[in-house]
């Protein structure tokens, strides 16, 4: 049964409009107006008409953040997807872990960029749940009140190399480097942060687990749901994506299915500085990045092989993996 982890009062959230100017050489943001709720947003969160993909000027709805968080786990290296119903626009869809972005953050947007990934992606052994820092910073601890965090085993949040182009908020350079774009469906700005999280060695029988704000009634309410743990781990060869997704249980890995997934806006096409689908197909993500997918049931034998494997190991070394 899904466990409440915490309550929000939506109405405390605020944001503001965006004024944005484009050219090919970079992108510069500044807000407009007046601070906006979390519903006076999703009413201006509507479709957008620009000419001339890399040249414009245009007031946007609001500024999103997302990582594209690569988790380092046992000597190999996959991308972090997250499952997420979006009831402002009607579907479900596999996305990076993303947010928006307050009011207050608009000159650092990669405050709120590390503080999604404390909220959304959480790492569970079974002394406790993972607490994390990004450099020297600790990573804040939003459930402390329902889950008991291990401070002692922290894993490690680092920044990885960021975009060719330049994104200024106002005149300051946003010195990370994310990748931007405008999506035209949501009249949003969005920025993309390239993350790593290191999983410390000494955490053994890790489980992960997404969990995520949904608006109910008066309410923004985040479940923890154990039957559904709704993180999806993409393996990295060399760099690129291998076209597998997997949940992970206690140290195993185990296949997911792709049959019927969409992927969020950010994995579609993007033209100079925008992107005009509101999400696409895997199939037609991984024709893109000239992928071929593997079938299900033979990465189900696969995992099931290994583990074998796995369990032939530990009896020759005596039971010590």
């Known amino acids: 049964m899904p466990r409440t982890l915490i309550r929000k009062n939506p109405s405390n959230f605020k944001t503001l409009p965006l004024f944005v100017e484009a050219t090919p050489e970079g992108l510069t943001y500044q807000s407009v107006g007046r601070p906006l709720n979390f519903a006076q947003t999703l009413q201006r969160r509507k479709q957008v ?4 993909s890399e040249r414009f000027a245009v007031e946007l709805a609001n500024l ?46 990669l405050h709120t960029a590390v503080q999604e990934v404390a909220e959304e992606c959480l790492l569970e052994t079974p002394e406790g749940w993972l607490s994390g820092r990004f450099n020297d910073t600790w990573l804040p601890t939003p459930y402390r009140d329902a889950l008991h965090y ?15 182009r330049p ?33 410390p060695k000494d955490a053994k029988s ?24 709704d993180l999806y781990l993409m393996p990295l060869k ?36 925008l992107v005009t689908e509101e999400r696409i197909r895997w199939k037609d993500w991984l024709k893109q990045q000239g992928l071929v997918a593997q079938p299900y049931a033979a990465r189900l034998g696969l995992n099931r092989l ?16």
Not at 150 to 164: D, H, M
Not at 306 to 321: D, H, N, P, V
């Open 238 to 273: 060399d760099g690129h994506p291998c076209p597998q997704l997997y949940t992970l249980k206690k140290d195993q890995l185990l296949p997911a299915s792709t049959r019927g997934v969409f992927l969020a806006e950010s994995f579609a096409r993007q033209k100079g500085w």
């Open 167 to 199: 994104v200024r908020c106002a005149n300051l350079q946003l010195i990370e480097r994310p990748r931007a774009y405008v999506h035209l469906p949501t009249a949003s700005l969005q920025l993309i942060y390239d993350l790593r999280l290191e999983v």
């Open 306 to 321: 290994t583990s074998k494997a796995r369990e032939l190991l530990q009896i020759a070394r005596g039971g010590q993996l």
């Open 206 to 229: 890790l489980s992960l687990f997404h969990v995520d704000e949904r608006l109910e009634g008066d309410h923004l309410v985040a479940r923890l749901d154990r039957s559904h743990p």
């Open 64 to 109: 999103g953040v997302s990582v594209r968080l690569t988790l380092h786990w046992q000597n190999r290296e996959y991308w972090v997807l997250v499952r997420q119903r979006r009831q402002d626009r009607g579907d479900v869809v596999l996305k990076l872990i993303s947010g928006y972005v307050p009011a207050r953050e608009l000159n650092l947007p």
């Open 49 to 52: 008409h620009i000419a001339d």
């Open 150 to 164: 291990r401070e002692a085993l922290p894993f490690r949040l680092t920044p990885l190399s960021g975009a060719a």
